[in-house]
């Protein structure tokens, strides 16, 4: 198995940036079936009709989880919060990842699941214009995150992302252990145990690209089988199981995954 894309895009400023990337095997069997329903059972309010995807509980269970590159869009020290939408318009979107040690399977307590991504013109917070939008600029929307719960579950809501120049549509995440909250909502230390990227059904992106705002967006799409960064690998490589809010796209969309993580 290779750890790296074949190829690069020189126009792609995130394939500049790499992320030594690891392999990370989490261990199956019953108890990991045991674990994939429990953490299945906190995302069962969010799961629709959909019938792009399997149902959560089959589809959150341990697996291979890669590493990928972190981009040049990261920004240290974001809000500690649930929601990081910040009112930007486009689908709604609520993320529940599960995640658990590589070795045991056991869910992970307390740690800090991180999210960043663009908003529905392909326009990161502290970096807009780089996708050609003019938009106010907070430094601060569509990022944040959430310490897991006794089941390792994270829970955060925001919108289904854009856009931009030779990228397919996704979302960073990190898992850090061992983080301080700040009196202010941020957080500060800890240690970095995970980088990698979130991924969507090119069924889902092409209706929910129709919908304004994201059909204002005038940067050509890049698929998911023509990204230099995402693999192929499925949910081993970030693919979120995605099931539908209500009967159109609009009324937004569920996504899971289980993270496999190396604790030391």
Known sequence: MTDTPSSTSSSNPESRNPVARRTVLVAGGATAAALAVGGAASAGASRGTGQDTAPVAAAAVCTLTREMTEGPYYLDGQYVRADISEGKPGVPLKLTLTVVDDDTCAPLRGALVELWHADALGEYSGFVGNNGHSEPDNGTFLRGGVLTN???VAVITSVYPGWYVGRCIHIHVKVHTGVTLTSDGHFTGGREIHTGQLF???????????ISPYSTNRVTRTTLARDSIYDGGGAASGLLTLSALGSSPSAGYAGALTLGVETS
Do not use: I, L, N, Y
């Not at 969507?200 to 129709?210: I, L, P, Y």
């Open 200 to 210: 969507f059904s090119e069924t889902v992106t092409t209706r929910v690209a129709a």
């Open 150 to 152: 006794s089941a390792g």
